[in-house]
């Protein structure tokens, strides 16, 4: 089964700043989808990046960029410019490539705070 | 486009009683829809996926006699609590997926706004 692990439950960011936040998962297969997912106060969730496991090139999104790192099973986010509305709880995610009705995995989020 | 919607956003309701929570796909059809349930400051646990026209499967140490799910359309699932207790006060989520290729080529769900319940 897969595994989805962020250590790190909360992380503080000066705003202007840049942050990095770090997941790591476990699976024995070779294509798989991977996601960042942000929750604000509302708890909607948001997709802020996707990355494709084949696709060596890094995604980016805006501000957002990840550092995909197939070997080492590792998938972070950085996020440049640290806004006050960044201040949410992320969550990254997992899901093979069974297609779109398998279960996405995910971890235990971390809750990011943003000082002015 | 891929605009998930949840009815109520919110619902008090007394214990013993038993609430249902409508999920719908707006603007794509769903093949699968998820239900999730979520505490404060803790991750999403999956209870159940639902494929249109079949049963739910549903996740380990989830009671399917409590948590009902129907899924009668490609655009509309339905998690009903039954005879809720306050232990079953929650936020529920739920995420609808589709294997069209104009909707999803990243097998991405799309998620809902949430369902807050509280059950005196």
């Known amino acids: 089964a897969q595994t989805v692990t962020q250590s790190q439950p909360e992380m503080s960011v000066q705003e202007a700043e840049t942050v990095t936040l770090s997941c790591t998962y476990d699976?024995?297969?070779?294509?798989?989808?991977l996601f960042w997912y942000k929750q604000p106060p509302s708890r909607q969730m948001i997709l802020v990046i996707r990355?494709?496991?084949?696709?060596?090139q890094n995604a980016t999104e805006n501000r957002f960029s990840v550092n995909f790192q197939k070997a080492a099973k590792s998938f972070s986010l950085k996020i440049s410019d640290s806004q006050l509305g960044d201040a949410a709880m992320y969550f990254c995610?997992?899901?093979?490539?069974?297609?779109?009705?398998?279960?996405?995995?995910f971890g235990k989020g971390i809750t990011l705070s943003v000082r002015p | 486009g891929a605009v998930v919607s949840q009815h109520p956003s919110r619902v008090i309701c007394k214990s013993g009683t038993s609430v249902k929570i409508e999920c719908r796909s707006l603007?794509?059809?769903?093949?699968?829809m998820f239900w999730y349930r979520q505490f404060p400051k803790q991750s999403l646990m999956l209870m159940a996926t639902?494929?249109?026209?079949?049963?739910?499967?549903?996740e380990q140490g989830v009671e399917k006699d409590k948590f009902l799910i129907n899924h009668a359309s490609l655009t509309l699932s339905t998690l009903t609590v039954t005879s809720a207790h306050p232990e079953d006060s929650s936020f529920y989520i739920c995420?609808?997926?589709?294997?069209?290729?104009?909707?999803?080529?990243?097998?991405?769900?799309?998620f809902g706004p949430g369902t807050r319940l509280t059950v005196l």
């Open positions: 995420s609808a997926s589709s294997t069209g290729a104009n909707v999803n080529s990243y097998n991405e769900q799309f």
């Open positions: 699976t024995s297969e070779s294509d798989y989808y």
């Open positions: 990355q494709e496991a084949y696709k060596q």
């Open positions: 995610a997992y899901n093979g490539i069974a297609g779109a009705n398998s279960k996405l995995t």
């Open positions: 603007d794509f059809q769903a093949t699968t």
């Open positions: 639902s494929n249109e026209g079949s049963k739910a499967t549903y």
